[in-house]
């Protein structure tokens, strides 16, 4: 089971910031917090990843809670590519093993 | 572009006929896996390979069989392909540290089975 609890659908309006939440309650000293999206009909896409500091690429930036219990991925400036379904999935320690929840389907609109 | 592709991307097939999947990758990666997405489902692995000749099942291998004789091929084999596996199959790559794994995925194959 998937060890993340995410919205369903957010909307977002071109140009602005995209907020995305992820509760990760029970997530272990050594686990990362990984995010990825898949655009409709394609392959997932890693986005950016995090054990306990604030991390930003190029896509992303992602904030993570100092309990780390929950994170929140930001998209700076939203556009009508970033429409997809972004999962949170929280891996690491033993584990190689990604395990994909539903996810959060994020509509940009124009 | 993680230097992923799959063969064939799309394919029909009949029950009980033996079916191959094909993922390539060019970068040299240690591990690859296989998994499967069906909606309400999110994306499942099937199975995975962590060098030549060395795989391991996922959370639903049963029906699949794997191989990995080269590294840069991971074929996934349904000896009798049944109804139930029509999906979207897709290959991911990584180079698992023991702390973190960033997978990188394929395009997908999506399979029908009449």
């Known amino acids: 089971d998937a060890k993340t609890t995410q919205p369903p659908s957010m909307d977002c309006a071109e140009g602005r910031a995209a907020n995305l939440p992820c509760n990760h309650s029970t997530i272990s000293g050594n686990e990362y917090v990984y995010w990825y999206r898949q655009i409709h009909s394609q392959g997932p896409q890693y986005i950016i990843h995090g054990l306990k500091n604030n991390e930003t690429n190029e896509m992303a930036s992602l904030i993570i809670t100092e309990d780390r219990k929950s994170s929140t991925l930001i998209l700076p400036h939203a556009t009508l590519r970033d429409t997809a379904v972004y999962y949170c999935?929280?891996?690491?320690?033993?584990?190689?093993?990604?395990?994909f929840g539903t996810g959060t389907l994020l509509a940009v609109q124009p | 572009d993680a230097g992923i592709t799959q063969s064939p991307r799309h394919k029909v097939t009949e029950t009980g006929t033996p079916v191959t999947l094909r993922c390539h990758q060019t970068e040299n990666h240690r591990y690859m896996y296989w998994y499967r997405q069906d909606p309400g489902h999110g994306l499942r692995l099937i199975h995975y390979?962590?060098?030549?000749?060395?795989?391991d099942k996922g959370e639903v291998s049963d029906g699949y069989s794997v191989s990995r004789s080269k590294t840069e091929d991971f074929l996934l084999t349904l000896e009798s392909a049944t109804s139930s596996q029509t999906s979207v199959y897709f290959c991911?790559?990584?180079?698992?540290?023991?702390?973190?794994?960033?997978?990188?995925f394929g395009p997908g194959t999506r399979l029908t089975v009449l």
């Open positions: 999935i929280v891996m690491g320690g033993a584990t190689n093993k990604l395990i």
């Open positions: 991911a790559i990584s180079d698992w540290t023991g702390s973190t794994d960033t997978q990188y």
């Open positions: 390979s962590y060098g030549v000749k060395d795989t």
